[in-house]
C-alpha cells in the first residue's frame, strides 16, 4: 500500500503541475444528503441512519482540460452512481479521488467505485423501494449477496473510462488489494484478503421511439490470500428500460464464489419495475439468490415515494423474505438533500 500511496502523491503533483496558476475557471461545488428511518422486522423496532457530504474543487484550462478534487465524507459506503450514503456506520472519509477530465476519456486517481460497479449500477433511475434500502442492514434480514455482487469497493485504485462515443461507454480499473487510503474497508470484510482486483465494465445507452434503454456489463476478477475463500470471479449483466414514467430492468450476476468459502457459488437475479408521476413513485422488485452451500434466497418487494419538498422525501417499504429466515420488514424513512 505504501508504494501505491507514493504513486497517488506522485501523480497528484505531476497533474497539478499540468495546469497553470492562471486557469479558465475553477468551480467548488458540495452537496449532501440525509436519511433516516424505522424498521418493524421480526427482530423488533430499530432506527437507523446515514449522512453523506462532498465537495468538489476543479480547474478547467482554456484547452478544455479538467482536474478536479473530490472528498466525501459521511456515515458508511458511499454508492457513488445511486447517490445515497452508506447505513449505521460511523463517520467517516468515504471516498477521496484526483481525476482529469480531456476528450480522450477520464482518469481516476484514488478511492472510488471500480468500474464495473460503475457501469452495472442502474438502480438510481427507480423512484422508489431501492433494493438497497436501509432494510438490508438489519442482520438477518440481508440478501446473502450485493444485488451487484462482489467488486472492489471503494479500495484505492487507478480508473479510466472512455468518452461515450456512439452511446457506448469501457471502463478498466485496477487496486492492489482490498484496502482503503482513508476507509477501513478490511473491517467490513473481514477475513477477505483479495489482491490484485481488476474490474472491466461496459456500458452502452440508445434509444427506440420513445423508449430510452441502457445495457452494462462488467467483470471483476482478484485474488484471494485465504486458502479456505474462493477468488473473486463475478460477471454482472443488466439491462433497463424507461417509457415515460415507467421503468424496468434486471440485474444478472454469477459471482462464482468470490469472497466466500470455497465451493459456494452463488447466482443472484433482479427484478425491478417502477412508475414515476410529478412528486409520486411506486416501485416493485424480486431478488433471488441461489448460492451451493448456503440455503438459498428470496425477497419481494414494493415501495411508496412522495416528494413533499423540493429535496426532501418520505418513503414507505414493505418487504417479504424467504429462505435463510422468514418474514417481513417495514421501512418508513425521510431522505433530504442540499
Not at 446473502?144 to 472492489?152: E, F, V, Y
Amino acid at each position: 500500500m505504501p508504494r501505491l500511496s507514493r504513486a497517488i502523491r506522485t501523480a497528484a503533483v505531476s497533474l497539478l503541475a499540468v495546469f497553470p496558476a492562471a486557469g479558465e475557471t475553477v468551480e467548488f461545488t458540495g452537496r449532501g444528503v440525509g436519511q433516516g428511518a424505522v424498521v418493524r422486522s421480526g427482530e423488533g423496532h430499530d432506527i437507523f441512519g446515514a449522512y453523506a457530504a462532498t465537495g468538489e474543487g476543479t480547474i478547467t484550462t482554456d484547452s478544455g482540460l479538467g482536474l478536479s478534487l473530490t472528498a466525501t465524507v459521511g456515515s458508511g459506503d458511499y454508492q457513488k452512481s445511486l447517490d445515497r450514503p452508506g447505513r449505521n456506520d460511523q463517520l467517516t472519509v468515504n471516498e477521496v479521488f484526483l481525476t482529469v477530465n480531456s476528450a480522450w476519456g477520464r482518469l481516476r486517481i484514488g478511492d472510488e467505485d471500480g468500474a464495473a460497479k460503475r457501469a452495472v449500477d442502474l438502480l438510481p433511475l427507480l423512484a422508489g423501494g431501492q433494493m438497497d434500502g436501509m432494510w438490508t442492514g438489519i442482520a438477518g434480514t440481508a440478501p446473502p449477496i450485493d444485488h451487484l455482487g462482489r467488486d472492489s469497493d471503494d479500495a484505492t485504485k487507478l480508473l479510466y473510462e472512455t468518452p461515450r462515443v456512439m452511446g457506448l461507454r469501457l471502463g478498466v480499473s485496477y487496486a492492489p488489494k482490498r484496502d482503503s487510503l482513508v476507509e477501513d474497508i478490511a473491517k467490513q470484510t473481514p477475513g477477505r484478503f483479495d489482491r490484485d482486483l481488476w474490474e472491466i465494465g461496459l456500458n452502452y445507452q440508445g434509444d427506440i421511439d420513445a423508449v430510452s434503454y441502457e445495457l452494462a456489463a462488467g467483470y471483476v476478477t482478484a485474488d484471494s490470500r485465504n486458502p479456505l475463500l474462493g477468488d473473486t470471479e463475478s460477471l454482472k449483466l443488466a439491462a433497463l428500460a424507461l417509457y415515460g414514467g415507467f421503468s424496468g430492468s434486471v440485474i444478472y450476476v454469477d459471482d462464482g464464489d468470490s469472497g466466500r468459502l470455497n465451493g459456494d457459488d452463488a447466482t443472484s437475479t433482479t427484478l425491478m419495475a417502477s412508475y414515476e408521476n410529478g412528486p409520486y413513485g411506486a416501485a416493485l422488485w424480486w431478488q433471488g439468490v441461489s448460492p451451493d452451500i448456503s440455503q438459498d434466497y428470496d425477497a419481494y418487494g414494493a415501495g411508496l415515494s412522495w416528494r413533499i419538498l423540493d429535496e426532501t422525501s418520505l418513503s414507505l417499504d414493505t418487504v417479504r423474505y424467504e429462505g435463510r429466515r422468514r418474514g417481513w420488514v417495514g421501512t418508513l424513512g425521510v431522505e433530504a438533500r442540499f
